[in-house]
C-alpha cells in the first residue's frame, strides 16, 4: 500500500499563493503519474492537475489553468503544486494521488492510491 503525505495547505488572503508537496512512501510511484484533486464543502471531488511518471504532460483543469503549476521529477515519488492567484472560489480539501499508469490522468478512477488531504483556505 503506498502512504501519501501532503503538506502546504493552509489559510491566505485572495491573491496570495501557497505551494503543496506530496511525497509518496514507496519508489515504485516514481513510474507512475501523479495528480491533484479537491473538494470543496458541499461538492463533490474534481479534478485539478496531473502529471506523467517523467514531469512531463502537465495537465490542468480549466479553472486553474495559468494559475497553478504541477511539478514533478523525473521518475521522482514528489509532486508539488503551485498555486498563484488564488480566489475563495479555491477553497477546499486538496488530495494529492498516484496514478494506476504513468501517464497524467484526469479522471478519479484512474488513480489508485489518495492521501488524506490538506486544507486549502482563501479568504476574501
Known amino acids: 500500500q503506498v502512504r501519501l503525505v501532503e503538506s502546504g495547505g493552509g489559510l491566505v488572503q485572495a491573491g496570495g499563493s501557497l505551494r503543496l508537496s506530496c511525497t509518496s512512501s514507496?519508489?515504485?510511484?516514481?513510474?507512475?503519474?501523479m495528480g491533484w484533486f479537491r473538494q470543496a464543502p458541499g461538492k463533490g471531488r474534481e479534478f485539478v492537475a496531473a502529471?506523467?511518471?517523467?514531469?512531463?504532460?502537465?495537465t490542468y483543469a480549466d479553472s486553474v489553468k495559468g494559475r497553478f503549476t504541477i511539478t514533478k521529477a523525473y521518475g521522482g515519488s514528489t509532486a508539488n503544486l503551485q498555486m498563484n492567484s488564488l480566489t475563495p472560489e479555491d477553497t477546499a480539501v486538496y488530495y494529492c494521488?498516484?496514478?494506476?499508469?504513468?501517464?497524467?490522468?484526469?479522471?478519479?478512477?484512474?488513480?489508485?492510491?489518495w492521501g488524506q488531504g490538506t486544507q486549502v483556505t482563501v479568504s476574501s
Open positions: 494521488a498516484v496514478a494506476r499508469s504513468s501517464g497524467a490522468a484526469t479522471s478519479a478512477d484512474m488513480y489508485s492510491s
Open positions: 514507496r519508489r515504485t510511484s516514481s513510474n507512475n503519474g
Open positions: 502529471i506523467n511518471w517523467r514531469g512531463g504532460s502537465p
